[in-house]
Nanobody, 120 residues
Framework: QVQLVESGGGSVQPGGSLRLSCSVS????????MGWYRQAPGNERELVAR???????YYAYFVRGRFTISRDNAKNTVYLQMNSLKPEDTAVYYC??????????????WGQGTQVTVSS
């Protein structure tokens, strides 16, 4: 069974930094695209950043220049380095991994979510 575990959330002041991690474990063949999403109360879940297996990245415009997504394929882990945090970054952050669970089947898995709170 495939499981994702997120860590790194917390409360920081504006301008602070956090580093989120998401690791997948269990029985699977490979991990393809990885992404970070966030959802604030009353809002829809939105894409923050994603990274392909080859390392190509995409960032939502509202985090460009502040956040960096990276991955360690050997550890099956994706990271989100968040700098210059703003109050509007406050949300629950979720990782989503495209996992090859067999030779012919790929499936999306979601992390449990980690709270990021940015306030004075």
């Amino acid at each position: 069974q495939v499981q994702l575990v997120e860590s790194g959330g917390g409360s920081v002041q504006p301008g602070g930094s956090l580093r989120l991690s998401c690791s997948v474990s269990g029985s699977f063949f490979d991990v393809y695209d990885m992404g970070w999403y966030r959802q604030a109360p009353g809002n829809e879940r939105e894409l923050v950043a994603r990274i392909t297996r080859g390392g190509s990245t995409y960032y939502a415009y509202f985090v460009r220049g502040r956040f960096t997504i990276s991955r360690d394929n050997a550890k099956n882990t994706v990271y989100l380095q968040m700098n210059s945090l703003k109050p509007e970054d406050t949300a629950v952050y979720y990782c989503k991994l495209d996992v090859g669970v067999s030779m012919y089947v790929r499936r999306d898995y979601w992390g449990q979510g980690t709270q990021v709170t940015v306030s004075s």
